[in-house]
């Protein structure tokens, strides 16, 4: 069981952490990886980290603008967004699954999904 935090309203240029806890279980040696959806869109990878040995990849749209990290003493896994644009306006979801490494930015090799954050940014 997945829960996301953190979204909310913010103006263009600001900042903003996510937040994905596993109630009832825990992170180690799965990858979780964080997609948004905007309205009309298909679901798209934001970035990923494989919790055991914290392998990270980033999206090309976001990188330089996100970092993603994780707490293993709080089951927890985060992703710090700075720099938002109206065009990063969308639900925001963690996943967890044990995806091959070829495959982790595929929304279908994941097991687990929360309900999603809503971020939006104002122009």
């Known amino acids: 069981h997945l829960v996301e935090s953190g979204g909310g309203l913010v103006q263009a240029g600001g900042s903003l952490r996510l937040s994905c806890a596993a109630s009832?279980?825990?992170?180690?040696?799965?990858?979780v990886g964080w997609f948004r959806q905007a309205p009309g869109k298909e679901r798209e990878f934001v970035a990923s980290?494989?919790?055991?040995?914290?392998?990270?990849y980033y999206s090309d749209s976001m990188k330089g603008r996100i970092t993603i990290s994780s707490n293993s003493a709080e089951n927890t896994v985060y992703l710090q967004m700075t720099s938002l644009k109206p065009e990063d306006a969308a639900v925001y979801y963690c996943?967890?699954?044990?995806?091959?490494?070829?495959?982790?930015?595929?929304?279908?090799?994941?097991?687990?999904w929360g309900q999603g954050t809503q971020v939006t940014v104002s122009s």
């Open positions: 996943a967890a699954g044990r995806p091959p490494y070829h495959t982790l930015r595929n929304a279908n090799e994941y097991d687990y």
């Open positions: 009832g279980g825990t992170f180690s040696h799965y990858v």
């Open positions: 980290i494989n919790v055991s040995v914290r392998l990270k």
